[in-house]
Structure formats: C-alpha cells, structure tokens
T-cell receptor, first 117, second 107 residues
Framework: EVQLVESGGGLVQPGGSLRLSCAAS????????MNWVRQAPGTGLEWVSH????????YYADSVKGRFTISRDDAKNSLYLQMNSLRDEDTAVYYC??????????WGQGTLATVSS | EIVMTQSPATLSVSPGERATLSCRAS??????LAWYQQKPGQAPRLLIY???TRAAGIPARFSGSGSGTEFTLAINSLQSEDFAVYYC?????????FGPGTKVDIK
C-alpha cells in the first residue's frame, strides 16, 4: 500500500524558512517523479513543484520560483521542499503527491505551514 | 501558462439525480486531464485520468468525457458521499494547473 507522510510544517514569521519532508513507502520511490501541491485555507488546489526520477528535471509554479527548492533522497525514500523568504500567502496545507501508480494518484495527509507575525 | 476554468462554481443537486460539471482549458490539452474529488478535511482523491478513464476503485457512476479544450465530469444518481468539491487538472505541460473547483451541494 502506498503511504506518504508529510512533516515539517509549523508557524514561521514572514521572511522565514521551513523545510517540509515527505516519507514514502509501498512503492519503488526512485522510479517516480514526485509533486508538492498546496491548498490555502478555504481555497482551491495549487500545484507547487515537481521533481523527476533521478532529479533530472525540476519544475516550479511561478509563485514560488526562486524561493522554494524541491529535492529528493532516494536512499531514504524521501521528498523535500525547502521554503525560503516565506510570505503570508504561502500559508497552506502542503501535500506530497505521487504520479499515477497502479491506476491512481496518491496523496499524503498534508502538513500545515502558517506564515504570520 | 494554460488557464483552467470550471463551471458552475456551485451545483445544487438532489440525491439520486445526475450532475454534470464542466472544465475548459485555454488551449488544447488533448486528453491530458484529471478530475479530483475533495471532501472537507480530506486530501483530494483521483476520479478520472486521461479525460475518461476511471481511477482504481472509482464507482461506475462517475464518467469523464471530452478532449482538446472542453471536458465534462458526469455523476449519475448522486449518492450522499458524492457531495464534495471537484477539481480538474491539466497535465499536458508545466505548470500543472488546477481549475478553481465546482462545489456540488445538496438541493
């Protein structure tokens, strides 16, 4: 069974940093690209970033480009999102999301990052 | 960047009725479209990919159609557990844009 467990969220002041982690299990992590998707309170879904298998290509939403960095550690079956220069509008639940695996897409439970003074 | 729009924003439907949701892309995305369902306090769940293929474990009352720029999600005989927010997402190119969502509520 595919499982994704995010961690690292919390309260941070504007301009601060957070590092989110996602521990993956139940599939061959190194074979798949991975995504971060976020959802601000009471709003819709926003795709944030993607990293391909072997980290050969990386993509970001314009809203986070230059401030966020996605990375992965295949030895640890883990995905990361380093978030710097955080703004109020980055407050959201951040989800770790797989691509299509076994005819479905798998989401973690999410971790809440709150940016506030 | 592709812009995704969904209509209506809210759809009020009685249990047992059929719901039809629309999603439009600002340029052709072929059949590279997914539909997700999200209930309050839960992560989204994939319903449809490839515009018309049901994901694993999704009931047959959910069906997707369309290609190019116009897409439809139909839900036949709405059950109580189907009242939720539905999002479309294109995966034709980067960034992977979601639509703003359609809330299906009880009439």
């Amino acid at each position: 069974e595919v499982q994704l467990v995010e961690s690292g969220g919390g309260l941070v002041q504007p301009g601060g940093s957070l590092r989110l982690s996602c521990a993956a299990s139940g599939f061959t992590f190194s074979n798949y690209g991975m995504n971060w998707v976020r959802q601000a309170p009471g709003t819709g879904l926003e795709w944030v970033s993607h990293i391909t298998s072997s980290s050969s290509a990386i993509y970001y939403a314009d809203s986070v480009k230059g401030r966020f960095t996605i990375s992965r550690d295949d030895a640890k079956n883990s995905l990361y999102l380093q978030m710097n220069s955080l703004r109020d509008e980055d407050t959201a639940v951040y989800y770790c999301v797989t691509p299509l695996i076994d005819y479905s897409v798998h989401w973690g439970q999410g971790t809440l990052a709150t940016v506030s003074s | 960047e592709i812009v995704m729009t969904q209509s209506p924003a809210t759809l009020s439907v009685s249990p047992g009725e059929r719901a039809t949701l629309s999603c439009r892309a600002s340029q052709s995305i072929s059949s590279n479209l997914a539909w997700y369902q999200q209930k309050p306090g839960q992560a989204p769940r994939l319903l449809i990919y490839g515009a018309s293929t049901r994901a694993a474990g999704i009931p047959a009352r959910f069906s997707g159609s369309g290609s190019g720029t116009e897409f439809t999600l139909a839900i036949n005989s709405l059950q109580s557990e189907d009242f939720a927010v539905y999002y479309c997402q294109q995966y034709y190119n980067w960034p992977r844009i979601f639509g703003p969502g359609t809330k299906v509520d009880i009439k």
